[in-house]
């Protein structure tokens, strides 16, 4: 089954998102729970102990009567500025006052746990009153909010319990208030996630697009639509990159691919001329159509042809051998980069004096140490003397420079003859590029020299350069001084 990658993110996103709220927000609800009670608690007992105080005080000074019209009519005021409802009993735990005008609770008993509850919470917390759930008894129908505390009076020196004093409150109306309160939050949560969830699933979406067309164009590729491109929109993150690296790519192998036709169709054609030529003059010996006086001039265009393949086959291994090769061990050694032009020049004497050519060679005595493979460099000098030679007109001057600038030797070939096209200078290191598009021209040639020359130097981290104007053609490469 096929699951798009924005619909794994969207799920992720929903479902962290999700435990996040769940969690921050059952957190959150516990806590303003607990402290919206804890809130309520304390001015429930801030209220009691001020009204104790207050009753304790003139009941003393001003023998307040706790069962008088004035107690009554001052509990009701208390009330209605407070929101609590307060009871106060006899010593006994008798009702004799409450801030309820319909004085429904007078002469209702407080049970007796009640008023040790609240004697013992005056005794631990100083005269604050513990908050509890109850009834008091059949005091009140609903559970309520209830807090107490004795109503003490010092004489001679003693104190004396003369009542109790309760103060409650509408438990229910307290849930009711916390629960819109919820819903109201719990709305507000489930609106934003909603946002969240709908503004994750188009980003998440936006985001996967790009990823999704890459692998569209990806499947065009592979079925040789090999200019397909992702189109690039001049994204500057990630994805941006990868389009960009992606499109590399892609141009790296479409010139790969041409490349590599173009290999096939060259060699096709370097083979099928030889090929051809040798079957034909062959079957034309074997058959008698050629006479038998005339074959040793065929024999020498069939070994001609030969070699001429002999020698294909050779270069095509060493572009092989080249592509291969390691780079960083190719530039381990170190030789005389001035022996070796040497070398190539009387290696290549035969051809030169054939040629009837001129040499002018300007190379210094001392020895002129390079980092590289030798053999490798040796086969850079040769291939390049032998192509100048080749190019070059009867009786024309080859020239050799070699000389030391900025930490680097450079090595100057240069010959006489027919100046190469300016649009052909940049193809000139391509594999099986000759000038002349027939091929006729170069029966010797098959085109890789000068590539194998570029690849090796390649390999070295090294550059060559050419030029062609007026007749005279050069080129220079780079050797690295040790």
Known sequence: MKHSIYIKNFVATTLIVLASFVVLGSLSLTWSYRRALTEKRDTMTDALREAARYISVQSLDAGFDLEGLDISMWLSMIAG?????????????????????????????????????????????????????????????????????????????????????????????????????????????????????????????????????????????ARGDFEARVEDVGRIDEIGELTQAFNAMADSLESSETHRREFIANVSHELKTPMTVIAGFADGILDGTIPPESAPRYLRIISSETHRLSRLVKSMLDVSKLQSADAEALKTGSFDIAEVVRLGLLSLGGKIEAGRLGVRANLPEERVMTRGDKDSITQVVYNLIDNAIKFSKPGGTISLDLWKQGGRAYVSIENQGETIPPDELPHIFDRFHKADKSRSADREGIGLGLYIVKSILDNHNEDIFVTSANGVTKFVFTLTIV
């Open 81 to 221: 500025v407070s929101g609590f409802d307060l009871l106060i009993t006899d010593p006994d735990g008798v009702i004799v006052s409450c801030s309820d005008r319909r004085l429904i609770h007078l002469g209702v008993t407080v049970p007796q746990s009640a008023l040790r509850h609240a004697s013992q919470q005056g005794q631990d917390q100083g005269g604050r009153g513990a908050v509890v759930l109850t009834t008091l008894g059949q005091v009140y129908a609903v559970p309520r909010h209830v807090t107490g505390l004795p109503l003490t009076m010092v004489t001679d020196g003693e104190s004396a319990v003369f009542g109790y004093l309760f103060l409650s409150s509408d438990a229910d109306a307290f849930r009711r208030q916390w629960q819109n309160f919820s819903g109201i939050f719990t709305m507000i949560s489930i609106s934003v996630m909603a946002m969240t969830f709908i503004i994750s699933f188009v980003l998440t979406k936006k985001q996967a697009e790009p990823i999704k067309e890459i692998a569209t164009t990806a499947r065009r590729f």
